[in-house]
């Protein structure tokens, strides 16, 4: 069979088709041993050799190689329909076979850059560019994700850039990305490659190292996060010789940690998560819990003030001076992590600029100072500002200075009961709770 050279010239390949096409054409009705020979086969309409056909036809099966980047396939195989126009003449000519089309006429479809397999962490921005070549100069091409590719994935329809937030982890997804170009006779081309999502542990959140005297409760908050939104179980180890406890579970991903240590010393509490997959988080810190503080509530007088005359420059203690008749320490919630003091005094009372103060051990904290009148009395309800907290954090420390508190006859603060006013209220330890103190 006669073959198209494979370095036929583009553009000039239709003629050698036809060369080929034409020497295959025999002269007459009766098929030659050369064509034959070639490979061509002839099958007459009718098999009967003896009883002429007058308008037989033969089918002719022609192969031939066409150039590689026709619309991307490497061979063709064209069967045509040949019918002779006389069987005297035996001449024979094509039917339905496209001629003389020149290969430069024909739109091929773009070829995409094969995409390697990616491999990305649950939670994490992928982003991949699709890249295109195309021999038609000119043309534009457009590109989109099939339904086979994952939900949440997106491409730029016309720079093919796709950009995917990998979801739960370990699994592999597969993307099938769609480009065609802008001819009038559209070709697309496909491309698929897969992405390999690995799991990544939890994230544990419980806070830095804390004091905490004995005997007083420990309390604290903690949050998990996971990329792959797995569920997940926890367990804490107070470091108290219980060995790891399951972890108190609250709304969405908060849990608390919550013990009591009973003798001074250090502890390492370790908190440790794990999801579904098996993959886990410790995070630590450190106790350090002191010996408990004072049973005496009222301690003598750290800052001593001078009895503050009255009208007429004389001092008036014939009246009692207002006094302190409760102190509580609480919190507004179970997720309440500041707590608040409450100090209510036997009368109306005026307060000056920090005139309550708060400390936990050395260190004094920032407060908010609200006050109310109830039933003749003042309630003033203390809060710790600036991310500072009550809860967890040890007893905390009570000083009210009496120079700075003044019922409406201008007397100050008669801080220890002792009837005499000028003296500062003191509490060394304000465990969490409602507690009175003996003061009426």
Do not use: C
């Not at 773009?110 to 195309?134: K, R």
């Not at 410790?282 to 009895?307: D, E, G, H, K």
């Amino acid at each position: 069979m006669p073959a198209i050279p494979p370095t036929t010239t583009p553009g000039t390949q239709g003629s050698a088709i036809d060369a080929a096409i034409d020497a295959l054409m025999p002269t007459t009705t009766t098929p030659t041993d050369a064509a034959l020979a070639s490979g061509v086969s002839t099958t007459p309409a009718s098999t009967d050799s003896t009883t002429p056909n007058p308008s037989p036809t033969y089918v002719f099966n022609l192969s031939f190689q066409a150039h590689s980047n026709i619309a991307n396939t490497t061979s063709a195989h064209v069967d045509s329909s040949l019918t002779p126009a006389t069987e005297a003449s035996g001449e024979l000519r094509p039917v339905g076979l496209e001629r003389n089309r020149p290969e430069s006429s024909l739109n091929h479809a773009p070829a995409i850059t094969p995409i390697p397999e990616q491999t990305v962490m649950e939670g994490t921005m992928m982003v991949v560019n699709v890249n295109v070549s195309d021999p038609d100069e000119g043309q534009t091409w457009t590109y989109a994700l099939d339904e086979d590719s994952p939900p949440n994935a997106t491409i730029d329809p016309q720079t093919g850039r796709i950009t995917w937030m990998a979801q739960d982890g370990p699994s592999t997804v597969t993307f099938r990305v769609k480009v065609t170009d802008n001819d009038a006779h559209p070709q697309t081309s496909i491309a698929t490659f897969q992405v390999h999502v690995e799991n990544r542990p939890p994230t544990v959140r419980v806070g830095g190292d804390l004091t905490v005297e004995a005997g007083v409760p420990l309390i604290r908050l903690g949050t998990v996060s996971d990329p792959g939104n797995d569920p997940w179980t926890g367990t804490v180890d107070f470091g108290d010789g219980r060995g790891p406890q399951p972890i108190e579970r609250l709304s969405g991903n908060q849990f608390q940690l919550r013990t009591t240590y009973d003798t001074p010393g250090r502890r390492e509490v370790v908190v440790t998560v794990t999801d579904k997959d098996g993959a886990s988080t410790t995070s630590r810190f450190n106790v350090t819990v002191t010996p408990p503080a004072s049973p005496l509530p009222i301690t003598p007088n750290p800052f001593p003030a001078p009895v503050r005359p009255v009208a007429g420059n004389a001092t008036d203690l014939s009246t009692p001076a207002p006094r302190i008749s409760q102190v509580m320490m609480g919190r507004a919630s179970q997720r309440d992590r500041r707590g608040f003091v409450r100090v209510m005094f036997d009368r109306p009372v005026t307060l000056g600029t920090d005139a309550i103060v708060l400390s936990v051990g050395n260190r004094r904290l920032p407060v908010h100072v609200e006050t109310r009148q109830a039933g003749g009395r003042t309630i003033a309800t203390v809060t710790p500002v600036g991310g500072h907290s009550l809860i967890g954090r040890g007893a905390p420390r009570l000083v009210v200075r009496s120079a700075l508190v003044n019922d409406a006859e201008n007397r100050p603060l008669d801080g220890n009961g002792d009837g005499q006013a000028g003296d500062n209220f003191v509490l060394n330890r304000i465990p969490l709770g409602r507690n009175r103190f003996g003061l009426s």
